[in-house]
């Protein structure tokens, strides 16, 4: 399962009244170099992910670290695992039981502790689709 701590830009919301928007709605406006208002009260729309400086919503911090308390593997893409606390759970992933896989171009604080390493998303990628392929055939075959 993946879990978006820093939100998605899927999802579109009013800073002043919360009026909901998709990324539909929103992106043809952006495009077209506007910044997109509110149709309900004419206040600046923004994408629910959290920028840098927001604090992260204590709920979804808490169900993240419930998540990686039972998790079966601790995948990390592309972060240098630097900016908390979202760089600290790897460590409680580890702390039970999970292995930890890191995919980044620069070395993290993670790197002897992951089970695996690697330092091209490409390369990951496609080790994965193959290893991915390999048990599809081994599945079909028993």
Same mark, same amino acid.
């Given at each position: #399962? !993946? ?10 919301? !009013?800073?002043? !009244? ?6 539909? $709605?929103?992106?043809?406006?952006? #495009?077209?170099? $506007?910044?997109? @208002?509110?149709?309900? !009260?004419n206040s ?6 959290? =920028?840098?400086?927001?604090? @992260?919503?204590?709920?979804?911090? =808490? ?11 601790? *995948?990390?893409?592309?972060?240098? @695992?630097?900016? $908390?606390?979202?760089?600290? =759970?790897?460590?409680?992933? *580890?702390?039970?039981? +999970? ?11 993670y790197?002897? +502790? ?6 091209? *998303?490409? $390369?990951?990628?496609?080790? *994965? +689709? ?7 055939? #081994?599945?079909? @075959?028993?």
């Amino acid at each position: #399962r !993946c879990y978006e701590v820093h939100g998605s830009a899927k999802h579109h919301h !009013c800073t002043h !009244c919360n009026a909901y928007y998709s990324y539909e $709605q929103i992106a043809p406006i952006v #495009r077209s170099g $506007q910044v997109p @208002l509110c149709t309900q !009260c004419n206040s600046v729309i923004k994408p629910d992910i959290v =920028f840098y400086g927001e604090n @992260l919503d204590s709920m979804i911090l =808490f169900r993240a670290y419930e998540m990686f308390s039972h998790t079966d593997l601790c *995948l990390v893409l592309g972060s240098s @695992l630097v900016v $908390q606390p979202a760089a600290s =759970f790897p460590s409680h992933a *580890l702390q039970h039981g +999970a292995p930890l896989v890191v995919v980044n171009a620069q070395k993290t604080g993670y790197d002897n +502790a992951a089970t695996l390493h690697f330092s091209d *998303l490409n $390369q990951f990628g496609e080790a *994965l +689709a193959s290893h991915l392929a390999t048990l599809e055939v #081994r599945k079909r @075959l028993v």
